[in-house]
Each structure stands twice: as C-alpha cells, then as structure tokens.
C-alpha cells in the first residue's frame, strides 16, 4: 500500500480522507496493524486504477531503498499486470527524480563550500604576507 501510496504522489492522509478514515488508522492499516477490510481494498483499488487483488497478494518480496533522509520501501511481485509495471515504473522514476535533484543541491553544496574554502585560504594567505 506505501508504494502505491508513494507512487502516485499521495500522503497518509489523503488516502485516509478518501477512505473516511483517520490518517492514525490508515497508518495502521498500512503498517500491516489493522487488517483492510473488502470495502476499502475495493476503494483503494478504484484510488490506484490497480485490481484488488494486488492487497490480497502474500508473495509480496520487500526491497528497501535507503539514501539517507529518503528511505523508501518497494514491494514488487512475482507476476505484474499492465497497471501494476506502470505504477512500479513511474516508482522508480520519482526516485530516479530523487536521486537527481539529490545529486544537483550535493554538487550546489561542494561548489559553495569550494569558494569558501578558496576564500579562507586566500585569507590566511594574505595574513601571512602581512
């Protein structure tokens, strides 16, 4: 349900408002505490364009995917229709998405601490002549 969740950009608690549940009990029921009931495995099938059964799956293998403050968990199974490749596809693009603009503020960050660096040398240069 989190990558569903994820994939399509939504947070606990839109998906608990949709449901006409409280984001503590979504939580729970994502978390695996709370079991999903047939009326919301069809709603949250109708949410994600997903067939139901893809709740009821018990081959269900979990990969973490972990850079730092971005942990992500990535559910794949063992058979996937149309609508299920789609959503993991557009998953891992959004991380892809993550990775890069993750990568763009490390680079923005060594250039500005590289100036500074030649700043302060010139400083203490400058210093020494004096």
Same mark, same amino acid.
Do not use: C, W
């Given at each position: 349900?989190?990558?569903?969740?994820?994939?399509n950009?939504?947070?606990?608690?839109?998906?608990? +408002?949709?449901? $006409? %549940? +409280? /984001? #503590?009990?979504?939580?729970?029921?994502? *978390?695996?505490?709370?079991? !999903?009931?047939?009326?919301?495995? =069809?709603?949250?099938?109708?949410?994600?364009?997903?067939?139901? #059964? %893809?709740?009821?799956?018990?081959d269900?293998?979990?990969? *973490?995917?972990n850079?730092?403050?971005?942990?992500?968990? %990535? %559910?794949?199974? /063992?058979?996937?229709?149309?609508?299920?490749?789609?959503?993991?596809? $557009?998953?891992?693009?959004?991380f892809? =998405?993550e $990775?890069?603009? /993750?990568?763009?503020?490390?680079? /923005?960050q060594?250039? =500005?601490?590289?100036?500074?660096?030649?700043?302060? !040398?010139?400083?203490l240069?400058?210093? =020494?002549?004096?």
């Amino acid at each position: 349900m989190k990558i569903l969740r994820e994939a399509n950009g939504y947070s606990q608690e839109y998906v608990a +408002s949709y449901l $006409k %549940i +409280s /984001q #503590n009990t979504y939580s729970k029921i994502e *978390n695996g505490q709370i079991r !999903l009931t047939i009326d919301r495995m =069809k709603k949250l099938a109708e949410l994600y364009n997903v067939p139901a #059964n %893809i709740f009821l799956s018990e081959d269900l293998p979990v990969v *973490n995917y972990n850079t730092g403050s971005h942990s992500r968990t %990535i %559910i794949s199974t /063992q058979e996937y229709n149309e609508s299920e490749h789609k959503t993991i596809i $557009k998953l891992y693009e959004r991380f892809i =998405k993550e $990775k890069d603009e /993750q990568i763009e503020t490390l680079k /923005q960050q060594n250039e =500005k601490l590289s100036k500074e660096n030649d700043r302060l !040398l010139s400083h203490l240069i400058n210093d =020494k002549t004096s």
